[in-house]
């Protein structure tokens, strides 16, 4: 079964503009950690943010907020000011305490700004 | 060095031969992860080694594929008999300890390599 689901696979966005970016996932261990990653034309895999399970606050870190949402199972990527370097794909990804702390990524969102 | 170390960068090799891509973690994790990268696409996941435990190869495709990790650090990912839907980039990932970083340590990626079966 899937453990992280993204339902976009392709987002336009201008420039300016704030865009949220989906993602459920799929766990019953009480203990996780949700990451999201953006990856550039040139390949390379940028971490962002992260979210804890037990955290009772949304994180945050520059324009990139995470919207969480745990009855929901949700962890959605908001991108506030969207700017031209912001174009990329984005992946969510989990890691739970009981599956011996694998990662496992959802199949990614690719984000278009437009000027 | 500082990061995920991979080599090497690019590989074009014939259908039919054997190639061996390497990782080298960054110092201390004990975590190590193969994903592969077809253009355009998600990442999947072929093998997961954390520590001493027998790794996990779930992910790996076919039986042509294998990988090693010698002393808790080098990994070497194996792809006897190339095949062209082989191609595609092999990113290589390094984590933090289960016990010392957590649930909320993050992977560190490699540059990764692209493989091209022509």
């Known amino acids: 079964a899937q453990k992280i689901t993204q339902t976009q696979p392709g987002m336009f966005v201008q420039e300016k503009e704030a865009v949220t970016l989906d993602c459920t996932y799929d766990t019953s261990d009480p203990s996780y950690g949700l990451f999201w990653y953006k990856q550039p034309s040139s390949g390379e895999m940028i971490f962002l943010i992260y979210?804890?399970?037990?955290?009772?606050q949304n994180a945050t870190e520059g324009r990139y907020s995470l919207n969480f949402q745990k009855a929901r199972k949700s962890a959605n990527l908001v991108i506030s000011a969207s700017q031209l370097g912001d174009s990329a794909m984005y992946f969510c990804?989990?890691?739970?305490?009981?599956?011996?702390?694998?990662?496992?990524f959802g199949a990614g969102t690719t984000v278009t700004v437009r000027a | 060095g500082a990061g995920v170390s991979q080599s090497p960068s690019n590989k074009v090799t014939e259908k039919g031969k054997d190639v061996e891509l390497r990782c080298d973690p960054i110092s201390g994790h004990t975590a190590l992860y193969w994903y592969r990268q077809s253009l355009g696409q998600g990442l999947e996941f072929l093998i997961y080694?954390?520590?001493?435990?027998?790794?996990?190869k779930s992910g790996l495709p076919s039986d042509r594929f294998s990988a090693e990790r010698t002393g808790g650090s080098v990994s070497t990912l194996t792809i006897q008999r190339t095949q062209q839907e082989d191609s595609a980039v092999y990113l290589c990932a390094s984590s933090k300890p289960r016990t010392g970083g957590g649930v909320n340590t993050e992977a560190f990626f490699g540059q990764g390599t692209r493989l091209t079966v022509v």
């Open positions: 080694f954390q520590g001493n435990s027998a790794p996990d």
């Open positions: 979210q804890g399970s037990y955290d009772q």
């Open positions: 990804a989990m890691r739970e305490w009981g599956n011996d702390y694998k990662l496992s």
